[in-house]
């Protein structure tokens, strides 16, 4: 289990907004602050973006196709058509958009 993370009164008069779930509707809302200069921060319970897609069954894709699967100023990294993503994929996505767009998380 990871460190639990300890804002101090200082962090708490800084941040406009705290996110929480580090998944995909909380990267595309970070993508959309940090767009904005907002001051935010992302939380998850897993140790690091895209976590609970690593931790699933291991046949798991899925069911849209990958040109589908992007998420605000990042195409999904696949060929087009028929390819659905795996889980793994979708984890590599998360953490490079993460990476990408500098979205800070804790």
């Known amino acids: ?9 200082d962090d ?3 941040l406009d907004v705290l996110i929480v779930g580090a998944g995909q509707a909380g990267l595309a809302l970070g993508h959309h602050l940090a767009s904005r200069n907002a001051s935010f921060l992302l939380l998850d319970a897993g140790p690091e973006v895209g976590h609970s897609w ?17 998420l605000p100023g990042m195409p999904f990294p696949a060929p087009t058509g028929d390819y659905h993503p795996s889980k793994d994929d979708v984890a590599d996505y998360l953490q490079a958009y993460t990476q990408r767009f500098r979205l800070r998380c804790g």
């Open 12 to 14: 708490r008069a800084v």
């Open 1 to 9: 289990m990871p460190e639990p993370l300890r804002l101090s009164t």
């Open 54 to 70: 690593r931790d699933r069954w291991h046949s798991l894709r899925l069911f849209s196709p990958a040109e589908y699967d992007a």
